[in-house]
T-cell receptor
Framework: GDSVTQMEGPVTLSEEAFLTINCTYT??????LFWYVQYPGEGLQLLLK?????DKGSNKGFEATYRKETTSFHLEKGSVQVSDSAVYFC??????????FGDGTTLTVKP | NAGVMQNPRHLVRRRGQEARLRCSPM?????VYWYRQLPEEGLKFMVY????????ESGMPKERFSAEFPKEGPSILRIQQVVRGDSAAYFC????????????FGEGSWLTVV
């Protein structure tokens, strides 16, 4: 079955540092890939997505590229802010099916 | 457009009582998904429904849990005879079957069993 593996957290960075959160997946076919963000006490918000190989999703300074050859979708941001502190989830989804999520990576950004 | 609406946001039940969680999908969405998030853990898939049909319930516990999505009205996740281990955040998400396949989440319902 499908699975998503994220780098384990927690990740602690200083403000303006470079962020990478690794995500690799196992799936049949060609799923769409997503990053969601969850702030404390809230639901998941879609951060970015990519629907086919070599697509790059980007939003709010975050970006991730769908790499079919390495089955990866790593999240990056060039300069993090305190307000980026949250839990980040990588996910995949096939047409008309459930989404499979990684276990989440907690990011804390210190001023 | 209104987003995915879940209620109640917070629910406290005593052991042995029933919990009912409701979810109204986004306008134009006909697919609903329920996920559970236990404290300090990730999201676990429970069930996927379309109107009047359960498509995939592979993540639902075999007993005490049920879900429906009637022709009219919200989707309901029902937990009978709750136990302390049911305490969790329950998230509903919805989608259309478009090529983007994005699912959008509600704010969640936090169940506490005392």
């Amino acid at each position: 079955g499908d699975s998503v593996t994220q780098m384990e957290g927690p990740v602690t960075l200083s403000e303006e540092a470079f962020l990478t959160i690794n995500c690799t997946y196992t799936a049949t076919g060609y799923p769409s890939l997503f990053w969601y963000v969850q702030y404390p006490g809230e639901g998941l918000q879609l951060l970015l997505k990519a629907t086919k190989a070599d697509d790059k999703g980007s939003n709010k300074g975050f970006e991730a590229t769908y790499r079919k050859e390495t089955t990866s979708f790593h999240l990056e941001k060039g300069s993090v802010q305190v307000s980026d502190s949250a839990v980040y989830f990588c996910a995949l989804k096939h047409n008309a099916g459930k989404s499979t999520f990684g276990d989440g990576t907690t990011l804390t950004v210190k001023p | 457009n209104a987003g995915v609406m879940q209620n109640p946001r917070h629910l406290v039940r005593r052991r042995g009582q029933e919990a009912r969680l409701r979810c109204s999908p986004m306008k134009g969405h006909s697919h609903v998904y329920w996920y559970r998030q236990l404290p300090e853990e990730g999201l676990k898939f429970m069930v996927y429904l379309q109107k009047e049909n359960i498509i995939d319930e592979s993540g639902m516990p075999k007993e005490r849990f049920s879900a429906e999505f009637p022709k009219e009205g919200p989707s309901i996740l029902r937990i009978q005879q709750v136990v302390r281990g049911d305490s969790a955040a329950y998230f509903c998400a919805s989608s259309r079957t478009d090529p983007g396949n994005t699912i959008y989440f509600g704010e969640g319902s936090w169940l506490t069993v005392v």
